[in-house]
């Protein structure tokens, strides 16, 4: 069974960095696509960045591009999220998710059948 965990999110002075975690169990990260989205009081879920790790490709909302980075460990299963130079606009919870029928980026969250539970960031001074 395909599980997804979420882990890093805290609470963070506007500028500051936080590192989040995904990390998956019940398949193997060698032919999926993995996203991340976030959503905030209020607002539809947003696609923030995804990674297909066919081969490492990174991808990017224009909203984060140059302030956060994707990555994945193939050892541990693990997808990151490295979130710096955070904003006020950046807190919601954040969600990753995945789909085994996926060979490219989907931007519509509706489109993924695996979530996690979620792990909130709060930027605020």
């Known amino acids: 069974q395909v599980q997804l965990v979420e882990s890093g999110g805290g609470l963070v002075q506007p500028g500051g960095s936080l590192r989040l975690s995904c990390a998956g169990s019940g398949f193997t990260l060698d032919y999926y696509v993995v996203a991340w989205f976030r959503q905030a009081p209020g607002k539809e879920r947003e696609w923030v960045s995804c990674?297909?790790?066919?081969?490492?490709?990174?991808y990017y909302a224009d909203s984060v591009k140059g302030r956060f980075a994707i990555s994945r460990d193939k050892v541990s299963e693990t997808v990151y999220l490295q979130m710096s130079s955070l904003k006020p606009e950046d807190t919601a919870v954040y969600y990753c998710?995945?789909?085994?029928?996926?060979?490219?980026?989907?931007?519509?969250?509706?489109?993924?059948?695996?979530w996690g539970q979620g792990t909130q960031v709060g930027v605020s001074s």
């Open positions: 990674i297909v790790t066919s081969d490492d490709s990174p």
């Open positions: 998710a995945t789909d085994p029928r996926m060979r490219y980026c989907d931007y519509n969250w509706r489109e993924y059948a695996y």
